[in-house]
Structure formats: structure tokens, C-alpha cells
């Protein structure tokens, strides 16, 4: 069974066909106040510790990750920080009190401000004027574990700034054991070009919460991939607001959660400036007892920002019993003055035809499983546009299936 939630036309060419109204009270949340009005704050103590009542914190297990909601150092001895960039990028450090520590960042939960108070220093990428790279940035961040000691605590803190003009690709990875408080800022100068992928692979124990912030400047465009396999709790929060008119935001991700791991993604894209586009766009399985993955999708659309164009959409695929994924995508309109606006959500099982398809050609009942599931990922993986990192994606969600080929499969 298949269940879908659409609201308003969708953009010109954007129309998926099949789709039903799904007008189930229990998913189609609309909130108590305007997101304009959503807090943000640079200080912790402006934040009370979530209690999993909150609209924000209500499907995190906040039980789970309560030192990540306390401010704490680095422990730089259990940390490693690889970083390879082609010629033309200038790495270094910015600290508290530097211009660009901070200038897009918006701290918008206490995990994300505890993150901020804990972090000394950043790491600065900047890719000058009128600068396109050939080859990507890679930052790599892994964190150490140690037997009979809890993960190392991490604030993470990544400024990336693209010049005008520019056109660039950053991949940040994270990978070990840690409990990770991570923000991210990211700077599209005008007219440039940036995408920027982040990729979870982290050990089963490891802990991560993020905030990745951007700001799209005029004519600029933005690609922002966010990719979840591994950790016990990984809580990632993106928020995108622009700087001038004619800006392009597209977010994309894909995520597989396994038994026990808990993975929510959350959205907000902020539409003040006129004349600018959003497409938001992930896709998630979910296999074994008790995994759970939640996808949140929130777009404001100002009285200001006539002429937007917007669409998000997020599909699930339950392997097996046990799982459980939730989809609340949200839409708030402040002006009629735009081109199109919509939003669609979908859970389901495996299709019975497209597996009796399979099997009727010879195809065992295992393999047809794992066609349908690749076919499923194909068409966000193949957006991405980094080989290295959709070979590598494919590959991992290859031996995550391999995990889940067996006789309780559905």
C-alpha cells in the first residue's frame, strides 16, 4: 500500500503522474505559527533542553543524545581531519570574531548553538572570483573510538565561501566513532555555482547532529546532497535562504536506515527575494526492527518573494517489518503572486508487479528485490554528479541489501 500527500499544482513540468491527494489529518500537520517567526539564536541558554514534546524535537529520541544539547571542547586527540583541494582553493582557519565565522549561520535549536559555543575555530574553504574547478574538495572527518570510552565529542564547524562567478564542488564526509555537533555554512556568491554534498557514514554507535545553513546569492545556484548510511542517531537540519533575486536551490538526498538507527532530515527553504526556484527531492529505505527515519520538508513562501517557483518530494521504501518512516512536508504561502508551488510524500512496500515481473524472467526473487531498490535510488544517485561519490553510493546501498535478502524480507 502506497500512501501519498500533495497540496497545489506543481510547478510547470513537474507534474507526477499517479499521484493521489492523500488527505490523512494524522500526517497533514500545519503548524501553530508562521516558520517566519521560528527562533534562532547564537546563545545556548536561549534554548531549554528538548524533552521530545517540542514540534522540533517530537520524533528525534532525545533520550539518546542529550551531551550533544551541552557545550563541551573537541577532543582533538580522537579527531582526524583530512582536506585534498585542486589548485585555486585557499584553505585556512577562521575563528570567533573573524567576518566570515558566523556570517550565514543561523543557530535555529540548542544542539546547534551548543555546537556553535563549542567550536574554537572553523575551517574556510574559499574558491576565489571567477574560478571553475575541475576536480572536487574533499574533507574528511573521522573520529576515533576507544574501548570502555564513550565516542569523542566533535563540534564541527565548515565555512564554505564561493566567489562570484565561481563554480565549485565540496564533499564533507564523516566517518569512525564520535558524538558529532556540526554546522555549516555555505556562501554562493552571485552567479556562482556550488555543490555540496555531505555524507554520513559514521560507526553504529556514533551520534550526529548537524545544522547546514546556505545563502544563495543572486543568479546563483546551489546543489545540496545529503547522504545518510551509518550512525545511531544522525539528525541533519538544512536551511536555505536567499540573497537576490534569481537564485536556484535544489536539495537532494538519500538515506538507508538499518535496525535500530534512527535518521531524520529536516528542510527549511526560506523564499524572501523575488524570482527564485527550490526543488527539494530525497529518498530513503528503511530495513529491520525498529529503524525509523524522518523526513520534515518546510518552505516559506514571504509576501515579497513573487515569482517563486517550488517543489519538494520525499518517497520511502519499507524492506522489512519492524520499520517505521515519517514524512510531514509543509507549505506556507504569504503571497499569490508566484509561478507554482506543491509538495508530495509517499511510504510504501515493495510493488507485487514489479517483483512477479522480474521473477516471471528468470530473475530470482532476492535479485529482482535488489533491482527494484537500485532502480528506486537511480534517479536521485544520478543527479549527484560526482562519480566518485555515486559509485561509492551504489556500493553502499549494495551491501546494505545484502543485509537484507533473507527469508523475512517483504
Not at 528485490?369 to 537511480?378: E, I, S
Request: proline share 4%.
Amino acid at each position: 500500500m502506497t500512501v501519498t500527500q500533495e497540496t497545489a499544482p506543481p510547478s510547470p513540468g513537474t507534474q507526477r503522474p499517479g499521484e493521489q491527494a492523500h488527505t490523512d489529518s494524522a500526517t497533514a500537520f500545519v503548524p501553530d505559527q508562521s516558520r517566519a517567526e521560528r527562533k534562532t539564536s547564537y546563545d545556548v541558554a536561549d534554548f531549554a533542553i528538548p524533552g521530545g514534546r517540542e514540534e522540533d524535537w517530537r520524533f528525534t529520541p532525545v533520550d539518546r543524545i542529550g551531551g550533544l544539547f551541552q557545550v563541551e571542547p573537541t577532543d582533538e586527540s580522537r579527531l582526524t581531519l583530512d582536506i585534498s583541494a585542486p589548485q585555486g582553493v585557499e584553505i585556512s582557519e577562521a575563528k570567533a570574531g573573524d567576518r566570515m565565522f558566523g556570517s550565514v549561520l543561523r543557530p535555529a535549536d540548542r544542539a546547534s548553538a551548543a555546537a556553535w559555543a563549542g567550536a574554537e575555530k572553523a575551517t574556510l574553504v574559499t574558491i576565489p572570483n571567477e574560478v571553475e574547478l575541475g576536480e572536487p574538495v574533499s574533507i574528511t572527518i573521522t573520529g576515533s573510538s576507544v574501548v570502555g570510552r564513550r565516542p569523542p565529542r566533535i563540534n564541527g564547524h565548515l565555512i564554505v565561501d564561493v566567489g562570484r562567478f565561481s563554480k565549485a564542488t565540496v564533499v564533507l564526509t564523516h566517518k569512525g566513532s564520535a558524538e558529532c555537533a556540526a554546522n555549516v555554512e555555505l556562501r554562493v556568491g552571485e552567479g556562482a555555482d556550488l555543490t555540496f554534498v555531505t555524507v554520513q557514514e559514521w560507526d553504529d554507535d556514533a551520534i550526529h547532529l548537524a545544522q547546514n545553513d546556505a545563502l544563495v546569492g543572486r543568479d546563483a545556484k546551489l546543489k545540496h546532497i545529503t547522504i545518510t548510511l551509518g550512525g545511531k542517531v544522525v539528525r541533519v537540519c538544512t536551511n536555505v535562504r536567499y540573497a537576490g533575486p534569481g537564485g536556484f536551490a535544489e536539495a537532494i538526498g538519500v538515506y538507508f536506515a538499518d535496525a535500530g538507527q534512527h535518521q531524520e532530515h529536516r528542510l527549511f527553504v526560506d523564499h524572501e527575494a523575488p524570482s527564485c526556484v527550490s526543488n527539494v527531492e530525497y529518498k530513503g529505505a528503511l530495513q529491520g526492527d525498529s529503524a525509523h527515519t524522518v523526513w520534515i520538508g518546510d518552505v516559506l513562501i514571504r509576501a515579497s518573494a513573487e515569482g517563486t517557483s517550488t517543489y519538494e518530494l520525499n518517497r520511502n521504501l519499507i524492506l522489512t517489518d519492524g520499520a517505521r518512516a515519517d514524512s510531514v512536508p509543509n507549505l506556507e504561502i504569504e503571497t499569490g503572486e508566484i509561478i507554482g508551488a506543491g509538495h508530495a510524500s509517499a511510504t510504501g512496500r515493495f510493488d507485487d508487479e514489479q517483483l512477479f515481473y522480474l521473477q516471471s524472467r528468470g530473475i530470482s526473487a532476492d535479485e529482482a528485490r535488489r533491482l527494484v531498490v537500485r532502480g528506486f535510488f537511480a534517479g536521485i544517485v544520478n543527479r549527484i554528479g560526482v562519480a566518485g561519490v555515486q559509485e561509492h553510493l551504489m556500493a553502499a546501498i549494495d551491501a546494505e541489501l545484502s543485509l537484507s535478502m533473507g527469508p523475512a524480507s517483504i
